[in-house]
């Protein structure tokens, strides 16, 4: 065992947004009209949290549109349709990850993808 | 017994989506310069469940302040902190009802504030 | 309009606990071995709400088997997965209501199913 | 920038379980006679979740009971009062996380405990 360095913990504060995000919002109404303003309260709840340094949340559109209940005209936000980038800053060392949907493992998955000392 | 009648569904749905809103929303990180397009996007995506006629978010902007951790400077979004008011529309009746913090109860009251025929 | 009476107020109670229920805990990571325990909690925090006389949960075990990611073995808590049939008792009005998958319009709809005297 | 291995997947893991559980489960209504039950079933569905070594959850009784509202006798989860300890093993390493509420900070604070290979 190494003593717990930087690094770990800006990882393990990327880890902690991805998840929290997940959680906080899927199963929230959405709809076409609503895609926009929910991408940006996304971002915004989630840059509060301690050491963030960006987030950036995308909800693919075309998931939403094949979704959308017929007769009520909106449908739910699922992990799936939930494309985040996120970067932690911690201290000198930035941690970015992503939270993507993976079509061959059909789930969506959450991947660090680079770290960095500033 | 009598037969379920269209006042009956109004207040029903009514319920549903105070509810629906509670649960789904208390827990979102928030600040004072968030608040307002936290209490927009509730409202928007409550706006898009069946039925519902107006709706209405104002979240407690003092009760906020003083949840704020001093050394964040965030807090999360809790029941108490919510005032909504929320008009149903069912074929021809109105159900008007309300969230609003009870202070003698210190609890976060849904009720039922009036019905009419349009 | 006419006063709010007992009736209103059961079937509103009852409202808000399908919503509530369903927004609380949609997302929750399941699998055949533990949708009996989720199940019972379900049911049991449901029960601490005001009025609630009885509330049984049962969770669609083939749809959970269905949506089983290959890989991890597991899959999220869906609307369309609950099944829960609920009684308010508001004074001396009884209110049952159920959350049920309707196939024909691919939606976790919400019903009154009856209301009576005790 | 270094290659991204064992131990930084090992930590991120860990924090995504930690903020999944967190906003899934606040909210929940509670009280001291489900207080078992709800630690059993949040760590059974953590437990499912990629790569959860173990997951041992306690609820604080004392904020439970404290928190409990006097006319209703039940109260929400909030994040102060989980207690948690958890275990990632991937591949040949363990991050061992928690989530504790820190007085101090008056703020339920994620941190890891150790990093180990097996």
Chains 1, 2, 3, 4 share one sequence.
Not at 57 to 78: G, Q
Not at 90 to 102: C, F, G, R
């Amino acid at each position: 065992m190494t003593d717990i360095n930087e690094r770990d913990k800006a990882v393990f504060e990327a880890g902690i947004k991805l998840g929290a995000l997940y959680h906080q919002f899927v199963g929230t109404p959405i709809s076409l009209e609503t895609v926009d303003s929910l991408e940006r309260i996304i971002e915004e709840s989630i840059a509060l949290q301690p050491h963030v340094r960006s987030v950036s949340v995308s909800i693919d559109r075309e998931m939403v549109e094949k979704k959308l209940n017929p007769e009520f005209n909106y449908c739910e936000l699922e992990g799936r349709m939930l494309d985040v980038s996120l970067q932690i800053l911690y201290k000198s060392t930035i941690a970015q990850v992503e939270l993507a949907y993976n079509e061959e493992k059909d789930y969506p998955l959450m991947s660090i993808k680079k770290i960095e000392e500033m």
